[in-house]
């Protein structure tokens, strides 16, 4: 078994795009993906943190696991053949995919490092979470998921003058960010959380924005790859 996932790995890392269609494809579909996978395991942690569940935890960390891996390997493997590989003749435009692959990879980092702080947690039978921290988690959520949905549908229509609709949701996430930890700071000195509490929801807030900052960042790339090729198709 050793010897075949070893296999598979090698096999991974050998693979690249060779051709201009395939890139755009993958990147499109490596977008969706990752959104997707983000608010899979955000959904599952607030979940698992809200009804003390190990197994929802289980699966939101192998999840965020498999993201992690997942694009390590395409960062470190398939990035750099894949623009050796494939002349687009348009530095804006590969910048773009290395900066997409990098935000992704970011991401993911923050979701397997939210995960694992979680999954503990709930493994060592800690105290559980108050109904108020689930509210602002649940909040961030939904919030992140709003931001999603809006780029996807964008991105579907292929018309992205509404990007400032992203923008401003992103700041709401960004706003919510200092006024949890506030909340949280009057939950500790009022004797109403834990320190163990405290601190992972102090975490968890911190790859919130982490993931909010990134997601930001890939969606306006994400664009930009999108536009600059379709410029670069006309000439």
């Known amino acids: 078994r050793l010897h075949t996932r070893l296999k598979d790995r090698e096999e991974r890392q050998q693979q ?5 269609a395939e890139l755009i494809t993958e990147t499109n579909k490596e977008l969706h993906r990752v959104m997707e996978k983000t608010l899979s395991v955000y959904q599952r942690t607030v979940e698992g943190l809200k009804n003390e569940d190990r197994r929802v935890m289980r699966k939101a960390q192998k999840e965020a696991n498999e993201l992690y891996e997942r694009l390590k390997d395409k960062r470190k493997y398939e990035v750099v053949p894949t623009l050796e590989n494939i002349q687009l003749n348009a530095l804006d435009v590969e910048q773009e995919y290395v900066q997409l692959v990098d935000y992704s990879y970011e991401i993911s980092k923050a979701l397997k ?3 694992e702080a979680t999954y503990e947690y709930i493994d060592n039978n800690h105290t559980a979470f108050s109904k108020e921290q689930i509210d602002d988690l649940t909040n961030t959520y939904e919030t992140l998921s709003e931001v999603y949905t809006s780029y996807a549908a964008m991105e579907k229509a292929g018309d992205y003058s509404g990007f400032s609709t992203v923008t401003s ?3 709401t996430i960004l706003d919510l960010i200092p006024k949890m930890t506030k909340r949280q700071i009057r939950r500790v000195k009022a004797g109403e ?3 163990r509490s405290s601190i992972l929801f102090l975490d968890i807030v911190n790859e919130s924005k982490i993931i909010t900052l990134q997601s930001g960042n890939l969606m306006k790339s994400h664009r930009n790859f999108k536009v600059q090729y379709e410029q670069v198709k006309r000439v």
């Open 193 to 195: 959380s834990t320190t």
């Open 16 to 20: 690249y795009l060779s051709t201009e």
């Open 113 to 115: 490092a939210m995960t």
């Open 169 to 171: 949701l992103r700041e």
